[in-house]
């Protein structure tokens, strides 16, 4: 399902997170367009598509970026997200990557 990740976040800087997803299926045609929602966590942090788009947004319908750089309090270290689309169909969430099951090709790292 994810392709590839431009997977680090640099304390004090804008950097963007990238996750380009590939899909198959029901959402082949419309990808990440889908979702009226997209919900990322990151170790305690949580960021919504619809409550945070200045952190979490869409380019394209393929590529969903995380921007947090300046604003997280998360320590330095590796982290694997959990995020979670929802539609008015999947309105308990479809999961789009987690720990165990479709997952992302690295972690996400923060640095100092």
Excluded: H, W
Excluded at 5 to 30: L, T
Excluded at 41 to 67: A, C, H, M, V
Aim: hydrophobic share 30%; glycine share 8%.
């Amino acid at each position: 399902m994810t392709k590839k990740i431009q997977n680090i976040i640099q304390k004090g800087y804008d950097n963007p997170v990238i996750i380009i997803f590939s899909f198959n299926g029901e959402f082949s045609v419309d990808g990440l367009s889908n979702f009226t929602d997209i919900i990322l966590e990151i170790g305690d942090e949580t960021y919504s598509t619809s409550q945070n788009p200045e952190n979490l947004f869409l380019n394209g319908s393929n590529e969903l970026r995380l921007k947090i750089g300046d604003s997280t309090n998360l320590p330095a270290g590796s982290y694997i997200p959990k995020i979670v689309g929802f539609t008015p169909t999947y309105d308990d969430g479809y999961l789009l990557n987690g720990t165990t099951q479709r997952r992302l090709p690295s972690c996400i790292q923060v640095r100092d």
